[in-house]
Antibody, heavy 120, light 110 residues
Framework: EVQLVESGGGLVEPGGSLRLSCAAS????????MSWVRQAPGKGLEWVGR??????????DFAAPVKDRFTISRDDSKNTVFLQMNSLKTEDTAMYYC???????????WGQGTTVTVSS | QSALTQPPSASGSPGQSVAISCTGA?????????VSWYQQHPGKAPKLVIY???KRPSGVPDRFSGSKSGNTASLTVSGLQAEDEADYYC??????????FGTGTKVTVL
């Protein structure tokens, strides 16, 4: 069974940092492109960023609101992808979902999400 | 990049059909047919129901169908059932290593 399990969410003050993890199972993770998508309370979905497989160059891309503050990395030996969030703002408060892009065109497997609250 | 535009709500009685539109600029869709749709029940993670405009993942009922004309994509749910009541989001990849989601539509089964 394909599964994604996020962890690492919590309460952080504005300007602080947080690192989210996503443990994957049930598919060939080393070949996978992985994305993070977030959803603010009561709002819609927003793509955050993506990391390609190492074979695909391992490059990362980010949405404009988080570029230069967030980074994505991966540890293929542990089937885990990470979202490092720095200089957090109140508007980053959201549920953060880890997703698998089995094709560039879609997000076909989602984790259950982890909640990030940025507040003083 | 702005979100794709969806109607806030749509409704239908059991057995009827409901169609949801998803409109964007030509740059949001590009030269690709990379429109996908997601169903989200309250408190749950989204679930893929349509990809590449009209393809259904394994396990998704054929009551779900998708289409696209110009800068507007559509999701149609036929033979509405109570479990179809959920929020639905479109998404597009238009190249440039960037994805955009729609504003979301709440579907109510009357």
């Amino acid at each position: 069974e394909v599964q994604l399990v996020e962890s690492g969410g919590g309460l952080v003050e504005p300007g602080g940092s947080l690192r989210l993890s996503c443990a994957a199972s049930g598919f060939r993770f080393s070949d996978a492109w992985m994305s993070w998508v977030r959803q603010a309370p009561g709002k819609g979905l927003e793509w955050v960023g993506r990391i390609l497989s190492k074979g695909g160059g391992g490059t990362t891309d980010f949405a404009a609101p988080v570029k230069d503050r967030f980074t994505i990395s991966r540890d293929d030996s542990k089937n885990t992808v990470f979202l490092q969030m720095n200089s957090l703002k109140t508007e980053d408060t959201a549920m953060y979902y880890c997703t698998w892009n089995s094709k560039v065109s879609m997000f076909d497997v989602w984790g259950q999400g982890t909640t990030v609250t940025v507040s003083s | 990049q702005s979100a794709l535009t969806q109607p806030p709500s749509a409704s239908g009685s059991p057995g009827q059909s409901v169609a949801i539109s998803c409109t964007g600029a030509s740059s949001d869709f590009g030269d690709y047919n990379y429109v996908s749709w997601y169903q989200q029940h309250p408190g749950k993670a989204p679930k893929l129901v349509i990809y590449e405009v009209s393809k259904r993942p394994s396990g998704v009922p054929d009551r779900f169908s998708g289409s696209k004309s110009g800068n507007t994509a559509s999701l149609t749910v036929s033979g509405l059932q109570a479990e179809d009541e959920a929020d639905y989001y479109c998404s597009s990849y238009a190249g440039g290593n960037n994805y955009v989601f729609g504003t979301g539509t709440k579907v109510t089964v009357l």
